[in-house]
């Protein structure tokens, strides 16, 4: 018997809105084609900026968007992405395709981006091959009010006032493709370019150095004891995907046994939150460095018909389930846990949009961010849950995971349900608070493999869910198989 225990008159933590972070890399037609059109484009646009994709993502309320990268950061040299775009010097992506970009999407374009989601912008900044005066410039270019040739240089190029600059990013994965460092290495590289990244004129930058990938508990060990007071953040990198040199599977066609292995790829995350937590806690009790997972997501092979190196996948609802139990992980571990950049916004990997010329369509991960963007800014609820589990091969997990937040007078409840193969039912009851009204909208398919097409945008969207009663202290549900809801209770 499946049965949860809400504690709704307590809470220990608040569910910060950067968990449903975006993340957009000069990767693959992630950024050209997918964000940026140009303005002499035939698709409608706002000053080169496509509209179809800033209105599907302004439902989601994007909170905070990274950029320019991912390993293409610590190639990307900023001054080539201002002044006339007709003029810019055009660069090779040698990380992503060996592409020759033009660089017309650069700082001035990214902050409109920003500005037209209502987003704020994160960047992450040039270690592997750039210098400590060029990330120093780039910040006063920004941020400084007046003055300075470089706050002159930005009003030539259109910009009086200054941004808000609220996130940087000191390097991208510097053990591997952001400079093969050694953490020893990069905690003094971090101390050093750090120390340029100033607060000008009233603005306050929130200082993040370079994490571990995975379990590489060392690294996190190495940062914090000799960087620790000189960090506002550090960050986590995890896919839900097989070791490198094994082969990732095809995003569309699996079997149940390789979707099962990506549930327990999924939850390993929980480990990983859990360890690197505990170091962290060691060299900052008070827990002030936030632990931000700025890319997470599944990796598979890349579609059929187009360039390997730009890492395009179609998107099921086995990704979609990979992202509502990751959210469920982010809360519960919410203290710490303050900023997550799925990998990515557009056209890459485990995106929320897919493109193609004119035509858009939004994934079942969009759903996912969209039916639990109450949660955003809400008191975590402590919850007790008593599951089935879901079995295959003789390996076991959790069949259930949830997570509830309290804003408003409003409950928030998010489920999943793993087990493709049955409905399930579950008993709910509410401590400290009484439910007055319960609406619900539940987000399944008709097996596994169902996915949103160009033909068919709409095969997976979220429905009314009405398979939950009131009695009394109980609300009692039926879980459609490999489901996901997402409850609001009035109280």
Known sequence: MNTLLIHADQGAHTIHRNIYGHFAEHLGRGVYEGLWVGEDSPIPNTRGIRNDVVAALQRINPPVLRWPGGCFADEYHWKDGIGLRAQRPAMLNSHWGAVVENNHFGTHEFFDLCSQLGAEP?????????????????????????????????????????????????????????????????????RRYQTYIRNLSGNKVFKIACGPNGPNYHWTEVLMERAADLMDGLTLHYYAMPPWGDCKGKATEFSEEEYFRTLELCLYMDELLVRHSAIMDRYD?????????????????????????????????????????????????????????????????????????????????????????????????????????????????????????????????SLVHTNPRSATTLTLELRGAKASAVTGRVL????????????????????????????????????????????????
């Not at 390997?308 to 509502?324: E, G, I, S």
């Not at 949103?452 to 945008?457: K, L």
């Not at 009695?471 to 609001?488: K, N, T, Y």
């Open 122 to 190: 994160y960047i992450c900044g040039n270690v592997g091959s750039g210098t400590v005066r060029e990330m120093q410039e780039w910040v006063e270019y920004c941020t400084i009010k007046t003055g300075t040739p470089l706050a002159r240089e930005r009003a030539a190029n259109g910009r009086q006032a200054p941004w808000s600059l609220p996130y940087f990013g000191v390097g991208n994965e510097n053990m591997g493709c952001g400079g093969m460092m050694r953490p020893e290495y990069y905690a003094d590289e971090y």
């Open 285 to 413: 009790p008070k827990k002030r460095i936030a632990l931000i997972v700025d890319e997470w997501g599944t990796w598979w092979e890349p579609e059929p018909g187009f360039n390997p190196d730009f890492l395009f996948q179609q998107n099921t609802m086995r990704d979609a389930l990979v992202a509502a139990l990751s959210f469920n992980l982010f809360h519960h571990h919410g203290a710490r846990v303050r900023m997550a950049n799925i990998a990515q916004t557009i056209n890459v990997l485990q995106a929320m949009i897919l493109t193609d010329g004119p035509r858009m369509t939004v994934t079942p991960t969009y759903h996912v961010f969209e039916m639990f963007k109450s949660h955003q800014d809400s008191i975590y609820l402590p919850v007790q849950l008593t599951s089935e589990c879901y079995e295959v091969a003789g390996k076991k997990v959790s069949a259930l995971s949830v997570s509830a937040s309290r804003k408003d007078g409003r409950i928030t409840v």
């Open 444 to 491: 399944t398919g008709s097996t596994l493999h169902v996915h949103n097409t160009f033909e068919q945008p709409n095969v997976v969207q979220p429905a009314q869910f009405t398979d939950a009663h009131l009695e009394g202290e109980f609300l009692h549900l039926i879980l459609p198989p490999a489901s996901i809801v997402v409850l609001e209770l009035t109280c």
